[in-house]
T-cell receptor, first 115, second 115 residues
Framework: SQKIEQNSEALNIQEGKTATLTCNYT??????LQWYRQDPGRGPVFLLL?????KEKRKERLKVTFDTTLKQSLFHITASQPADSATYLC??????????????FGQGTTLQVKP | NAGVMQNPRHLVRRRGQEARLRCSPM?????VYWYRQLPEEGLKFMVY????????ESGMPKERFSAEFPKEGPSILRIQQVVRGDSAAYFC?????????????FGPGTRLTVT
């Protein structure tokens, strides 16, 4: 069956450390993966998109990798801050073309950064 | 430039009543998506619409749920004869008309409570 999985356990780290979140998928061949941030009581906010032909993408303190062999994406936040505390969601378009508009989301991993 | 707007933000309905959720996409966006987030669960795709067209409704329950995006006015998600299991956060998202590899911009959500 098709699955997209994120670590359901909350990740607790100390301020200043690097947070690494994992997204694994099964029986999909996505053209890209997206990462979103969701704060309690709010809608998700887009962070980064990485295409299948890109190994790595960076945006300020954020870095995303995409390994189509392992069927995995890693999301890193360097020099983490308490303001980074939120739930992080990965998402993919289930079609090979990546053009259906339909996103399948993982359940999200909650990150807690302690001062 | 206003973001995606949803109203009402909170909606309480008794079992058997109808719920109407409204979504105004970002200016210039012609693609609208609806997602549902049940307590302790991830976001689930419901329907993808363009102006006056339903593109993909594969995530919509077969009965009681309908969606539209008229030529003028907001997109509407309509739930008839609500039941307790419909209690959830409903998020609308929009994307620009060029399609493909586009992130989705989410609204703040409507929290539906069925009593």
């Amino acid at each position: 069956s098709q699955k997209i999985e994120q670590n359901s356990e909350a990740l607790n780290i100390q301020e200043g450390k690097t947070a690494t979140l994992t997204c694994n998928y099964t029986n999909y061949s996505p053209a890209y993966l997206q990462w979103y941030r969701q704060d309690p009581g709010r809608g998700p906010v887009f962070l980064l998109l990485i295409r299948e032909n890109e190994k790595e993408k960076r945006k300020e303190r954020l870095k995303v990798t995409f390994d189509t062999t392992l069927k995995q994406s890693l999301f890193h936040i360097t020099a983490s801050q308490p303001a980074d505390s939120a739930t992080y969601l990965c998402a993919l378009d289930p079609s090979r073309s990546g053009n259906t508009g339909k996103l399948i989301f993982g359940q999200g991993t909650t990150l807690q950064v302690k001062p | 430039n206003a973001g995606v707007m949803q109203n009402p933000r909170h909606l309480v309905r008794r079992r058997g009543q109808e719920a109407r959720l409204r979504c105004s996409p970002m200016k210039g966006h012609s693609h609208v998506y609806w997602y549902r987030q049940l307590p302790e669960e991830g976001l689930k795709f419901m329907v993808y619409l363009q102006k006056e067209n339903i593109i993909d409704e594969s995530g919509m329950p077969k009965e009681r749920f309908s969606a539209e995006f008229p030529k003028e006015g907001p997109s509407i998600l309509r739930i008839q004869q609500v039941v307790r299991g419909d209690s959830a956060a409903y998020f609308c998202a929009s994307s620009p008309p060029s399609g493909g590899f586009h992130e989705q911009y989410f609204g703040p959500g409507t929290r539906l409570t069925v009593t």
